[in-house]
């Protein structure tokens, strides 16, 4: 049994996606929407302790966090070829690409926090907004110098591309990416590999994001 807490295009689309490049998707998917009391109650809190998205029910233990989990997969079902191992001459760029895409997706967190749950009276600092969409374009611009071909590393898919590419959904939304064509051609290369277009299927349509890009706001 392989039971995933799961927000629909979250960072749990990550390992939705792995699990379906691996062809084992998750028997039971157990749904969540960010903010809503289920995240804050037994059940998720049993097996993820701070009420955050992913965790991963698989081989009789639970583990969450995405970049571990992803890892893990990558690790005991070696034979897919989607991890680099001690040794392994790519390791040292698999686990940067791991730790990036969780210092960019940290971004995308905080530009989320601000255009889409800050609500009267509060209302979102245009110097923060300002200052983490500079900070989202900055790790963009250092991922368009990485990126040489559709995947991240020149060996092939890999552990990276599935931390990477959910950066890629969701940083649109908050920076122009027309500076960025390796990156726009490295997406639609991920976006047309079959596993993801199945984890894709399974998520539905994106509910999340209710604009196609949303500006710094304007202190007035």
């Known amino acids: 049994m392989i039971r995933l807490h799961h927000v629909p295009w979250g960072r749990s689309f990550r390992v939705l996606w792995l699990l379906c490049e691996m062809g084992t998707p998750p028997d039971e998917i157990i749904r969540y929407r960010i903010g809503e009391r289920a995240m ?8 993820s302790p701070a009420g955050r998205i992913p965790a991963l029910e698989i081989d009789g233990i639970t583990i969450f966090e995405s970049g571990a989990i992803v890892q893990y997969l990558c690790e005991t079902r070696s034979d897919h070829g989607f991890g680099r191992g001690p040794g392994d ?28 749950f800050l609500r009267p009276p509060a209302k ?12 989202l374009a900055d790790t963009l611009r250092a991922l368009e110098g990485m990126v040489a071909g559709e ?48 984890a894709a299927e399974i998520e539905g349509p994106q509910a999340f994001y209710a604009r196609d890009f949303y500006e710094v706001p304007v202190d007035v």
């Open 40 to 47: 804050r109650e037994p059940g998720l809190m049993d097996v």
């Open 89 to 116: 001459v790519e390791r040292v760029r698999f686990l940067e690409a791991i730790g990036f895409a969780e210092t960019q997706a940290s971004l995308i967190e905080q530009l989320n926090l601000n255009h889409l």
């Open 124 to 135: 979102p600092s245009p110097t923060v907004v300002k200052l983490n969409t500079l900070r």
């Open 151 to 198: 995947t991240f590393l020149p060996s092939g898919f890999s552990g990276a591309d599935a931390m990477l590419g959910f950066n890629l959904f969701a940083a649109p939304y908050y920076v122009r990416m027309d500076p960025y064509p390796r990156l726009r051609a490295y997406w639609a290369a991920l976006q047309a590999r079959p596993a993801f277009r199945q």
